[in-house]
């Protein structure tokens, strides 16, 4: 596993302050609510971030299949309802293969054509050993397949710039996002990271192997930091001590940590944006106020990089 350090020029050039900002492309990931109220939060939230012209907006599926039916229903309601072109997560968990076939032809049938192919968490989340389900999808690259069989969806699976938990080295995970692009998938989306470095050097090893489609970097606001780095720790991605240092002492003040969220995570973007990345994958966790900031300061030609150098130090 690489070590931590503080970014360097290479990684982290100056930004040039003329350069375009429109073409950056964004898309959004929301998650189904479990009451009325959130739904309506939700909603809200949805309106709001249909100003900012994302590409696509995603909407998961829980552990085990286990928000199904509150899936379909905002899928339904965003493709109805708004402009916004929406995103299915199917997964390979808790359902054998004709059942999911029948979701995705539903899907299909409703305008939906845009679909997110998971391997998927078993019932009991990451704590959990994943089985295949009897006469179900083994694992993505099938599912890719098979929703391929179904009709000609525009599929994006997942990646992981710091290797998958499960995987037995970096090699078989790559090996193992390329089965998924080459059974139809046309794009991958990262797990969340905190390097730009990291993902960078992912990227390099993936054309390496020949992986020539877009792999999206998936971007993370970070909302409650202490719960950040316990789901970082189950998904094996790194946070950098740099980062500590930037949230120690602001948790409880939810105006300054916010502000603190909103230039980290606009910083890691405009590191990415200075090596000529320019779409971004946001996991929203259905909030709208960091991912609106975020995106109005990638889209703004103004230079702000260095901020996590001097955090670091550096």
């Known amino acids: 596993m690489l070590q931590d350090t503080a970014l360097s020029p290479q990684i982290a050039p100056s930004l040039d302050e003329n350069a375009p900002a429109d073409d950056i492309s964004v898309s959004f990931e929301f998650f189904p609510p479990n009451t009325p109220e959130a739904a309506e939060r939700l909603w809200t939230v949805i309106r709001r971030l249909e100003t900012l012209g994302p590409r696509f907006v995603s909407v998961t599926y829980g552990a085990g299949g286990s928000t199904r039916e509150r899936t379909h229903a905002i899928v339904t309601r965003i493709l109805a309802e708004t402009s916004l072109l929406p995103a299915a997560h199917l997964t390979c968990v808790g359902a054998p293969r004709e059942e999911i076939d029948d979701i995705a032809r539903a899907y299909w049938e409703g305008g939906v054509r845009h679909l997110v192919a998971l391997r998927g968490d078993p019932p009991g ?148 944006q200075a090596q000529g990345v320019d779409e971004f994958h946001f996991y929203t966790l259905n909030r709208a106020e960091l991912t609106t900031a975020i995106c109005h300061m990638l889209r703004t030609p103004v230079p702000i990089t260095g901020f996590a150098d001097r955090a670091a130090g550096a």
């Open 125 to 272: 989340g990451l704590s959990e050993s994943y089985r295949p389900h009897p006469g179900g999808y083994a694992y993505a690259a099938d599912l890719v397949a098979g929703l391929k069989r179904v009709a000609d969806f525009e599929i994006s699976v997942a990646a992981f710039p710091e290797v998958h938990p499960e995987a037995v080295s970096p090699e078989q995970d790559l090996d193992n996002l390329k089965r998924k692009l080459d059974a139809g998938a046309c794009r991958a989306i990262t797990q969340f990271f905190f390097d730009p470095e990291r993902y960078l050097r992912f990227v390099d090893r993936a054309r390496a192997a020949g992986i020539d489609a877009p792999i999206v970097p998936g971007i993370f606001p970070i909302t409650n930091f202490a719960r950040t780095v316990e789901f970082a720790k189950k998904c094996g991605t790194t946070v950098p001590a740099w980062l500590t240092a930037l949230f120690e002492g602001v948790q409880e003040h939810a105006d300054t940590r916010n502000l603190v969220a909103a230039v980290a995570a606009a910083e890691l973007c405009r590191q990415l």
